[in-house]
């Protein structure tokens, strides 16, 4: 395809012949590749519970790990690929980042067919997972460059938002494939204690041809985007810039919690009530599919406005989880809970929808990357302050007053900096023009 030469989406004629399209394409490619990163990423989450059924001999601290490490390698990850696109092109990180995925995708569904595989290989394997979550900060610092300031917010909605949904896709797709032999696609099946057979290697192995087809796809039709590119050390400005971390902040509060309910969420069911353990994979979607709406809707009435209503609406989740944790009532715990994803997904887009507003585009891609870095470590600090808080206080409910804490805190700081009347950047958050 011929390569983009000048690349100016605020330049509303341009942006309208030519520009839209391209960005729409790369868009569109953008969000099943960084659907495929999440999957790979969260594959263990689902995929660790099943080892001991198949015959391998792991302890719950081993198993904890294998679910745990991805969490931490892609969280650390994404402080290197938040700096990767500006380095090398968006399109060349991308066909590099998502083709990688095959490696970890490969040597899992060879792995879990041999009981005797050390722990060591398994624990590497699960590192490599963490790859995955470390695409997430170069695909929205890539996608951020493609679209006007008064589009962004819908754009990065989308892009995180249905990529996002990889987390409810893999919890939902993995129980199915794993029973079906027509999709064995290497292998022999396992046979568990009560005569039924699985096939665990279909967890990892039907997304190889997907990972191929997508890599190939990103190499053909997505651009680099002109005078995006700038070294890591003009990138690494955004540190000292005090903005930087206040959104950072807002971010973890966001997204963090998203990404840190969804790795817990099944966990608190099979604790709780496991009788409802089939309907874990409904937290993941409905906050990945809210993001989206966050977007936009940050785009028609200011992303500082509806993010504050979002930790309001955290809140007020958090305590109705407490209230019917103690009273043992399903059916209020779950509804409380999807309003906590609802809310954090909203948020996640909300918040996103800000940053471009705040920064200048060559600072507002790091930073995005950047928050996201930090938020992606809820993915294992939720669940161990959810272990933490059974073990030490008998009940998962302290953790939640942590969270409600943390809330409020960042609710008070979106107050003082975007949306009270006297803040120094409101007119910047507001909607572009």
């Not at 394409?25 to 198949?54: G, K």
């Not at 590099?96 to 060879?110: C, H, R, W, Y």
């Not at 005797?116 to 699960?126: G, N, Q, V």
């Not at 609802?342 to 200048?360: E, K, N, R, Y």
């Amino acid at each position: 395809m011929a390569r983009i030469n000048y690349w100016n989406p605020e330049d509303e004629k341009f942006w309208n012949e030519e520009g839209k399209k391209h960005a729409k394409r790369n868009l569109w490619i953008s969000v099943p590749s960084l659907m495929l990163a999440f999957i790979v990423w969260q594959i263990w989450s689902v995929v660790a519970i099943r080892l001991n059924d198949i015959g391998f001999s792991f302890t719950d601290e081993q198993l904890f790990t294998l679910a745990a490490i991805p969490g931490l390698v892609g969280a650390t990850l994404r402080f290197v690929y938040t700096f990767a696109v500006g380095s090398i092109g968006g399109r060349n990180w991308t066909v590099i980042s998502t083709g990688v995925l095959a490696i970890p995708a490969i040597g899992i569904g060879f792995a879990v067919q041999n009981p005797d595989t050390p722990f060591s290989i398994m624990l590497l394997l699960a590192a490599l997972c963490g790859l995955g979550g470390g695409n997430f900060s170069s695909s929205s610092a890539n996608i951020s460059f493609f679209f006007p300031k008064k589009e962004k917010g819908t754009a990065l909605g989308i892009n995180g938002g249905l990529g996002n949904m990889g987390v409810s896709v893999v919890q939902f797709v993995t129980p199915l494939i794993i029973t079906t032999g027509a999709f064995a696609f290497a292998g022999k099946g396992q046979v568990l204690a009560n005569g039924q057979q699985i096939w665990v290697q279909n967890a990892a192995f039907i997304w190889v041809i997907p990972i191929i087809i997508m890599t190939v796809l990103a190499y053909f039709k997505m651009d680099n985007v002109p005078g995006a590119k700038q070294s890591v050390t003009d990138q690494f400005v955004i540190v000292k810039r005090k903005h930087t971390w206040i959104m950072t902040a807002l971010y973890i509060a966001t997204f963090g919690s998203f990404i840190g309910y969804s790795a817990a969420f099944p966990l608190l069911l099979k604790s709780q009530f496991p009788e409802y353990i089939s309907l874990a994979f409904l937290g993941a979607l409905v906050a990945a599919a809210a993001r989206p709406v966050g977007g936009w809707i940050a785009d028609k009435l200011g992303g500082a406005r509806v993010t504050a209503y979002v930790f309001v609406a955290m809140t007020i989740g958090a305590l109705g989880v407490i209230y019917f944790l103690n009273l043992k009532q399903f059916a209020g715990f779950l509804v409380s809970f999807l309003v906590l994803f609802l809310a954090s997904g909203i948020g996640s887009g909300s918040t996103f929808q800000m940053i471009p507003t705040i920064f200048i585009p060559k600072e507002a891609a790091p930073v995005i990357g950047f928050s996201a870095a930090f938020a992606a470590y809820g993915s294992f600090l939720i669940p161990k302050l959810f272990g933490w808080s059974i073990k030490t206080t008998g009940s998962y409910v302290t953790a939640f007053y942590f969270f409600i804490a943390f809330y409020v805190i960042a609710f008070a700081l979106n107050y003082f900096y975007y949306q009270r009347k006297a803040a120094a950047v409101k007119q910047m958050v507001k909607q572009a023009g």
